[in-house]
């Protein structure tokens, strides 16, 4: 099964930017759909976006769009979410995921998660 590292989070600014990364083990990436959520505090884990396996097709969040790109490399088995004019609504844990669901994934889609990393934007 797919083990999923995450990195990259941190404290910014209100207008800065952060890159997270996934790091998947095991074979066959560019076989699997892969996204990120993310959970503010008091809120529900919510879709931020996703990519398909050859990284041509992606999904994002009407909140995120324009401001957040997904991008993988499948040769590095790493996946990376670049998230540019934060504002402090995007303060939350993010998660990377795994789904087998071409577009915008449902917490039910998911099959594998990586661990959380915080993304503080302060204002």
């Known amino acids: 099964q797919v083990q999923l590292v995450v990195s990259g989070g941190g404290s910014v600014q209100a207008g800065g930017s952060l890159r997270l990364s996934c790091a998947a083990s095991?074979?066959?990436?560019?076989?699997?759909?892969m996204g990120w959520f993310r959970q503010a505090p008091g809120k529900e884990r919510e879709f931020v976006a996703s990519?398909?396996?050859?990284?041509?097709?992606?999904y994002y969040a009407d909140s995120v769009k324009g401001r957040f790109t997904i991008s993988r490399d499948n040769a590095k088995n790493t996946m990376s979410l670049q998230m540019n004019s934060l504002k402090p609504e995007d303060t939350a844990v993010y998660y990377c995921?795994?789904?087998?669901?071409?577009?915008?994934?449902?917490?039910?889609?998911?099959?594998?998660w990586g661990q959380g990393t915080l993304v503080t934007v302060s204002s």
């Open positions: 995921a795994v789904g087998q669901k071409i577009g915008a994934m449902a917490l039910g889609d998911v099959e594998v």
């Open positions: 095991g074979r066959s990436f560019s076989s699997y759909g």
């Open positions: 990519i398909w396996r050859s990284g041509a097709s992606r």
